[in-house]
């Protein structure tokens, strides 16, 4: 009994350690959570207007004033990226990234897959580790899992130039990306957005109306600056996301472990006080018997 008392308490101690280690992970996560948020609820309404813009204007062009970067071309040759976190403990989040990532990889660019022409590009450790070892026939780009230690725009957009100057190459005929999008504190899903070509605004059929917008100085020079610096801002919009979404999943994943480990400890100590209950109980037992056996002799 005495052993059993001895691993009960050391099973609550262990607990306990546990629980101030998820609480004090808890608190940090919901610190960076508050800047992340702040950043990405900034940043969003801008980025999305800009690429809605972009697609506007995309698909009212005429004539040689398109863009290069709206080109559609038959793909042969692809590109995922995939951006996760590069730390573990917040739940299932990179493990939805990733699903979403092979799901795309097995259904929509399996062919491309077979030919030896898909390239995945991590952004994060915990992607670039899943695809590096289950996907030894892709070319697995490992050059920027640390891009998160540093989120300002001017170092994502040296990405976001890099894959813009690859598509331009024909290097890839489409990029898409896996993320994180950020809703709320508890709630996050994986999405797979079109980064190049850019998906052009779908009109009504029965719609007339079209934007009509006026360049100034003109509209080659204008779109070689504008769709650039749109592309480069929904790149970084991507990566913004992700961070808010996985301390916000860090958050409640540690908040749920620390009310798990609560209840372990409730039940811990049940266990505990029923075995020093019973070790009192037989010792007063063993001492009744004593004495009426001293009584009887």
Not at 38 to 45: D, E, V
């Amino acid at each position: 009994m005495a052993g059993s008392l001895k691993e009960v308490r050391e099973r609550i101690k262990s607990v306990q350690n546990t629980q101030q280690i998820t609480k004090a992970m808890k608190m940090v996560s919901a610190a960076k959570l508050r800047r992340a948020q702040q950043a990405i609820q900034q940043m969003r309404p801008y980025a999305d207007k800009l690429n809605q813009m972009l697609r506007n204007i995309l698909s009212n062009l005429q004539g040689d004033a398109d863009t290069s970067f709206g080109m559609v071309r038959p793909v042969e040759k692809a590109c995922i990226v995939v951006v996760t976190s590069s730390r573990g403990l917040c739940g299932a989040f990179n493990t939805n990234v990733i699903k979403l990532a092979v799901r795309a990889i097995d259904e929509k660019y399996s062919r491309v897959r077979a030919a030896g022409n898909l390239t995945i590009v991590c952004v994060g450790k915990k992607g670039y580790d899943f695809f590096r070892r289950r996907y030894r026939d892709c070319n697995v780009v490992g050059d920027y899992v640390d891009l998160a230690t540093d989120l300002s725009f001017d170092n994502v957009s040296t990405v976001a130039r890099s894959l813009m100057a690859a598509f331009e190459n024909k290097e890839f005929d489409a990029i898409e990306v896996a993320y994180g999008r950020f809703k709320n504190a508890a709630t996050q899903f994986p999405e797979l957005d079109q980064f190049l070509p850019v998906a052009k605004q779908k009109h009504e059929a029965d719609s007339k109306a079209k934007a009509n917008y006026i360049f100034e100085p003109d509209m080659a020079s204008l779109l070689n600056y504008l769709v650039p610096s749109i592309l480069q801002t929904q790149f970084h919009k991507y990566l913004l996301d992700t961070n808010a979404s996985e301390h916000g999943a860090r958050m409640t994943a540690m908040d749920k472990a620390t009310e798990n480990a609560e209840d372990l400890l409730r039940n811990l100590r049940i266990s505990y006080n029923k075995a020093r209950q019973e070790s009192i109980t037989k010792e007063i037992l063993e001492i009744v018997g004593g004495a009426a056996a001293l009584e009887n002799g």
